[in-house]
């Protein structure tokens, strides 16, 4: 039996290793666009590679079915995930937060170990082989690349991922050939990304980064809150907690729903309560300019923004000042509103929403319920998941269910 896998990313790679254990009989042909395997797995984590995480649910993906999930979360859960780490020679870090690393703190160790399993069981692995086309022809599959190809594979896996960084050779040729053979597709969508606001004052808060509660409105009505890092940079925000909500807010942003988010500086403190601190503050030094004095609670950058947005001239002083603007200030420190209007793009993306609809996939064997022996798993699939290693374990699990199925 022959088996060609498009993608050498988590779910390809392991769908390889699982199906050649269990079958050592079958062909499998791996091919991918670039020079080496894993080229995301590299990437992820800042090099250091946050390869799954040890508390996963199906809570943790987005998608027209989250549910679709389950199964393979269930059969393939963290502990089966350890275990074949461990089978390749691979030991985990497993933090606090539930996050887990390679023990070596190094994405190259990841990708060197699965190689040479690869290379054990003997995959033939096709690097820098870009796949122009699918086609079946009397019940068996063709591989078409540039000028070669590959015929008679009685299975195919297409796991090449979807449009998230471009500049790791990422590409949305999955979508095409699902297109292809009568499957459809949810419109696709950069996650885990910077955010683009319409506010003017970008540029003038760039590089400011605090630790704030972030809350999403949808239509005016709050959707989600988030507590972690914002990074204020020159196109809107970033950071850990912008990621984070970013997920939900691009949702519905390609929906072309009003999608504003609010940021609070003080999360522990309630607007009254703030507004009474920055009075007693201004009442100490009465002869200093309020914009001095802010930048005792917030960034200098932040300082004169702040005032602009309460319409309070920058050379106020303290003495100045009176009640109904202290509470101005209080309210946009409490809840520091911007309308979303774009995201950062794919080519600064963690992962891409969107994809081939599950409603078409057996969610017990990846395999199409439209046309036989071809099989979807990882990021061309319409989920996606939580920053936090939830994304690269879909790709482990799913990739894992259809080697099974592949060695039949």
């Known amino acids: 039996m022959k088996i060609a896998i498009i993608g050498a990313g988590a779910a390809g790679i392991m769908a390889c290793i699982t199906a050649k254990r269990l079958n050592k009989n079958i062909q499998i042909d791996l091919f991918d666009a670039n020079k080496g395997i894993g080229k995301k797995i590299l990437a992820s984590g800042n090099g250091r590679c946050n390869i799954s995480n040890s508390s996963i649910t199906s809570k943790n993906y987005i998608g027209e079915n989250p549910d679709f999930v389950n199964f393979a979360l269930k059969e393939f859960d963290f502990k089966a995930f350890e275990k074949f780490c461990k089978s390749v020679g691979l030991l985990l870090d497993v933090k606090e937060s539930c996050k887990v690393y390679p023990l070596s703190n190094e994405a190259k160790s990841v990708t060197n170990l699965l190689e040479l399993a690869l290379n054990e069981l003997g995959v033939n692995i096709y690097l820098e082989s870009f796949v122009r086309d699918i086609e079946k022809v009397d019940e068996k599959f063709n591989i078409k690349l540039d000028e070669t190809e590959y015929k008679g594979y009685d299975k195919v896996l297409i796991s090449n991922g979807l449009g998230a960084a471009p500049q790791l050779n990422a590409n949305e040729s999955g979508l095409e050939f699902a297109s292809k053979f009568g499957h459809s597709y949810n419109p696709t969508y950069p996650s885990l990304v910077g955010l683009k606001t319409d506010n003017t004052y970008n540029?003038?808060?760039?590089?400011?980064?605090?630790?704030?509660?972030?809350?999403?409105?949808?239509?005016?009505?709050?959707?989600?809150?988030?507590?972690?890092?914002?990074?204020?940079?020159?196109?809107?925000?970033?950071?850990?907690?912008?990621?984070?909500?970013?997920?939900?807010?691009?949702?519905?942003?390609?929906?072309?729903?009003?999608?504003?988010?609010?940021?609070?500086?003080?999360?522990?403190?309630?607007?009254?309560?703030?507004?009474?601190?920055?009075?007693?503050?201004?009442?100490?030094?009465?002869?200093?300019?309020?914009?001095?004095?802010?930048?005792?609670?917030?960034?200098?950058?932040?300082?004169?923004?702040?005032?602009?947005?309460?319409?309070?001239?920058?050379?106020?002083?303290?003495?100045?000042?009176?009640?109904?603007?202290?509470?101005?200030?209080?309210?946009?420190?409490?809840?520091?509103?911007?309308?979303?209007?774009?995201?950062?793009?794919?080519?600064?993306?963690?992962?891409?929403?969107?994809?081939?609809?599950?409603?078409?996939?057996?969610?017990?064997?990846?395999?199409?319920?439209?046309?036989?022996?071809?099989?979807?798993?990882?990021?061309?699939?319409?989920i996606v998941g939580n920053r936090g290693g939830f994304n690269l374990h879909f790709a482990w699990a799913s990739g894992f269910i259809v080697g099974k199925s592949l060695a039949k």
């Not at 009254?272 to 914009?291: E, F, G, M, W, Y």
């Not at 930048?295 to 319409?311: H, Y």
């Not at 509103?337 to 609809?357: L, W």
């Open 203 to 382: 540029g003038k808060l760039q590089g400011v980064k605090k630790e704030c509660n972030v809350s999403l409105f949808v239509n005016n009505n709050l959707e989600q809150e988030i507590f972690g890092d914002v990074l204020f940079t020159s196109y809107g925000v970033s950071g850990f907690a912008i990621l984070d909500i970013s997920q939900l807010a691009v949702l519905n942003l390609i929906s072309y729903q009003d999608v504003k988010i609010a940021i609070n500086f003080f999360p522990k403190l309630p607007k009254n309560d703030l507004a009474d601190q920055i009075q007693s503050l201004l009442k100490t030094v009465p002869n200093q300019r309020v914009v001095d004095i802010l930048t005792g609670m917030v960034s200098n950058k932040i300082a004169p923004v702040l005032l602009d947005i309460c319409k309070i001239n920058i050379d106020t002083k303290a003495n100045e000042i009176n009640a109904k603007q202290i509470k101005a200030i209080a309210y946009q420190l409490n809840s520091w509103k911007m309308k979303i209007v774009d995201t950062q793009g794919f080519g600064h993306a963690e992962a891409s929403g969107g994809g081939v609809r599950t409603i078409e996939v057996d969610n017990r064997t990846y395999e199409s319920k439209l046309v036989s022996g071809l099989y979807f798993a990882g990021e061309v699939l319409d």
